[in-house]
Structure formats: structure tokens, C-alpha cells
């Protein structure tokens, strides 16, 4: 029966390679007996396989333990080789992406750059929408602020399934409140920036079975002399991929707000399986957004000090 390891593609090359004298492998004896023979040469054809069988027979171990030798350093060679990786490997922070564009743009970045939380975990920022209108925008979130993000995240560090992270829409033309928001259009402006492909939950492939549904309304309130535009929540449920290309259900919740011609989104997000867990805590954050527009009286003089 025919050794197993005989039986690959590439025995044949094998045995040309321990064939040759230059290994030290082969065994010169039959060479020698050959020539040393003074039989005539009819019978040396006649009689030649019956030497085969012989020398085949007495270098059998020879062969064997050379084949060995060799298989073992060949094995080692192929295992020694790297393989191509057929998937998208990712990285930490997404290596190889860009950052996502969430439409912030601070008042005064250097000012942005040195805001930190307080101890309740609240964070302030003066933020400037699509059409030049000033903004105070604000949150509590129980996690700490990343530095490296794009715009403004709080993130749990200790596990990284949970956080904030704040998005800016610029409205169409005529869309002046919430109310003006239809389900058709804010799946739309979702569609083109956080679940887009330059947005946080859309860059590494388009996140499917998305379902939003609106949860809670504030209304806008009726004194003219407020900068409130009230607030409405949405909870969603999508699944995205990771930067390892994997695939990962999660849920959210969306608070939003209108100052001037932009929509001010906050994506409070874990984990569909910890959700259930962190819903009081994701729900709190989301009840404590707020976006409106500032005085602009106080931003003078914010400026000019």
C-alpha cells in the first residue's frame, strides 16, 4: 500500500529532489552494480527489473528516512509560509478609516479642546449650526469625554459598548421644527450621515435592519422671547458592522433638537443584548440633551473678551 505522505500533488518532485547525488541521500550502489557486471547485454535488459526490485528492496530504510528528513524540513516550510487574509482585518479606532464627519463645528475650537465634564458628568459646548446660528448645546453622560473622537463622544471606557456621540444635520429649505420632520425625511437624513458611509455607525458597510419610532415630544416652547425648540426622542434598533467586518446588533436612543437650519441629534447606543441592562441609564443621558440657540448678545461679548 502506498505511504500516505506519498499521496500529495508534489511526491513526484520529491523524489526527483532526493534523487540527485548532490542531497547525499542517494544511494550509489546500483550504479556500481551495473557497471560492474559482465553479463552479456541482453541479459543485463532482461534481468534489470529483477535488479530494481533489489536495490529497491535493500534501500528501502535509506529512502524512507531521507523522505522523512525531507518531508519534515518541507512541512516545516509550507507552515513557516503566511497565508493571505481573505477578510478585512479592521483595527482599534477603525485603522485604515478616515473619521467620521459629524457635522460638529464649534464655536472656538481651542476653547472645545479644553472643556472637560463636571463631576455630575454634565459637558457644555458652543457649537455653530449650518447657517452661522450660534448654539449651547448640552448633556450629562456618566462616561468620560474622548479626546480622540471626531466631534463630541463620551464613551464607557472600561468596555466600550456604550456611548454618546452628537451629530449635526443641516435641514432642507422650508424645515423650520421638529414638527416639520417626517418620518420619511428623517430616515433620509439619517441614511446620509450617521448611518451613512462617512457617518459613525455606516463606515465599514451600510447598517440593515434599521426601525426607528419616535418615543417621546417636547414641544417648542410658546415664548417668544425662548431660544427653546423643544426635543424629541426616538429609539432605534440596527445592525452595523465593526472595523473587523463584523456584524453587530445594537440599539439606540436619538434625542433631537432644531437650532437654526440644523437638526442636533445625541445617539445614546449600547449592544442590543445590554440594553435591556443599561436602558435606564442610556435614557437618562438622552432626557438630558439640550440644543438651542444662544443670545447672541453673550457671544459678543464672549468674543470680544
Given at each position: ?18 534523487s540527485?547525488?548532490a ?6 550502489r ?13 541479459y ?11 536495490m ?17 524540513l ?7 509560509v503566511?497565508g ?10 477603525g485603522?485604515?478609516?478616515t ?17 472637560s ?15 452661522g ?6 448633556f ?6 474622548s ?8 464613551r ?9 456621540c452628537v451629530?449635526?444635520v ?29 457617518g459613525?455607525?455606516?463606515?465599514y ?31 432605534s ?12 446588533d445594537?440599539?439606540?436612543y436619538?434625542s433631537?433638537s ?9 445617539v445614546?447606543?449600547t449592544?442590543s ?8 441609564v442610556?435614557r ?6 439640550s ?9 459678543n461679548?464672549?468674543?470680544?473678551s
Amino acid at each position: 500500500m502506498t505511504p500516505a505522505y506519498m499521496r500529495f500533488p508534489y511526491w513526484a518532485l520529491i523524489l526527483v529532489f532526493l534523487s540527485s547525488p548532490a542531497v547525499g541521500f542517494t544511494c550509489p550502489r546500483r550504479n556500481t552494480l551495473i557497471a560492474s557486471s559482465t553479463q552479456p547485454t541482453k541479459y543485463l535488459i532482461r534481468r534489470q527489473p529483477s535488479l530494481d526490485l533489489s536495490m529497491s528492496r535493500t534501500n528501502e530504510s535509506d529512502v524512507t528516512r531521507a523522505d522523512f528528513v525531507s518531508k519534515s524540513l518541507l512541512g516545516s516550510l509550507v507552515i513557516l509560509v503566511p497565508g493571505v487574509a481573505n477578510g478585512f482585518e479592521g483595527g482599534v479606532g477603525g485603522l485604515g478609516k478616515t473619521r467620521p464627519q459629524t457635522g460638529v463645528v464649534f464655536r472656538d475650537p481651542e476653547a472645545a479642546a479644553e472643556i472637560s465634564q463636571s463631576s455630575s458628568g454634565d459637558v457644555n459646548y458652543e457649537l455653530i449650526s449650518p447657517d452661522g446660528t450660534p448654539v449651547f448645546l448640552s448633556f450629562s453622560a456618566p462616561w468620560p469625554l474622548s479626546k480622540s473622537a471626531a466631534g463630541i463622544e463620551a464613551r464607557d471606557i472600561s468596555g466600550g459598548l456604550e456611548s454618546s456621540c452628537v451629530q449635526v444635520v443641516e435641514l432642507p429649505k422650508g424645515v423650520t421644527s421638529l414638527d416639520d420632520i417626517k418620518p420619511a425625511l428623517l430616515s433620509s437624513l439619517l441614511s446620509q450621515t450617521i448611518f451613512g458611509s462617512t457617518g459613525k455607525f455606516g463606515m465599514y458597510g451600510a447598517p440593515t435592519d434599521i426601525k426607528i419610532k419616535k418615543i417621546f415630544q417636547q414641544s417648542s416652547s410658546s415664548d417668544e422671547t425662548s431660544n427653546a425648540s423643544g426635543m424629541t426622542i426616538y429609539q432605534s434598533s440596527f445592525t452595523t458592522l465593526t472595523p473587523a467586518m463584523r456584524e453587530s446588533d445594537r440599539k439606540a436612543y436619538i434625542s433631537a433638537s432644531v437650532a437654526g437650519n440644523g437638526l442636533f441629534l445625541l445617539v445614546t447606543t449600547t449592544t442590543s443584548v445590554r440594553f435591556s441592562k443599561q436602558e435606564g441609564v442610556l435614557r437618562k443621558i438622552a432626557d438630558s440633551f439640550s440644543a438651542i440657540s444662544a443670545p447672541k448678545s453673550n457671544l459678543n461679548l464672549r468674543k470680544s473678551s
